[in-house]
């Protein structure tokens, strides 16, 4: 059973930073596949932001230059820092295992208002 659990969501400023933490419970980590996805409200859930289990990564247009996704093998842990925040990046963010099966977490709250 892989348990996701993500951290980090808070209410900040349009220009703030925060780092959203995901903490995996799943023997051999470093063979999944790794994402995070965020849902505005009445929206589809879209792809922020993956790495490959050899640390390629890919973002949605919309955050490149200003997110950044990277993994910790050792510690079961991937994270998601998040520069320049803008109102349009509120959402709630959810972390994503990928090895045949796909698991999610239950998603951190990211507000980004003045």
Not at 89 to 98: F, G, H, I, L, S
């Amino acid at each position: 059973q892989v348990q996701l659990v993500e951290s980090g969501g808070d209410l900040v400023q349009p220009g703030g930073s925060l780092r959203l933490s995901c903490a995996a419970s799943v023997t051999l980590f470093r063979l999944y596949a790794m994402s995070w996805y965020r849902q505005a409200p009445g929206k589809q859930r879209e792809l922020v932001a993956a790495i490959t289990i050899g640390g390629v990564t890919t973002y949605t247009e919309s955050v490149k230059g200003r997110f950044t996704i990277s993994r910790d093998n050792a510690n079961n842990m991937v994270y998601l820092q998040m520069n320049s925040l803008k109102p349009e990046d509120t959402a709630v963010y959810y972390c994503n295992a990928k090895l045949g099966h796909e698991y999610w977490g239950q998603g951190t709250q990211v507000t980004v208002s003045s």
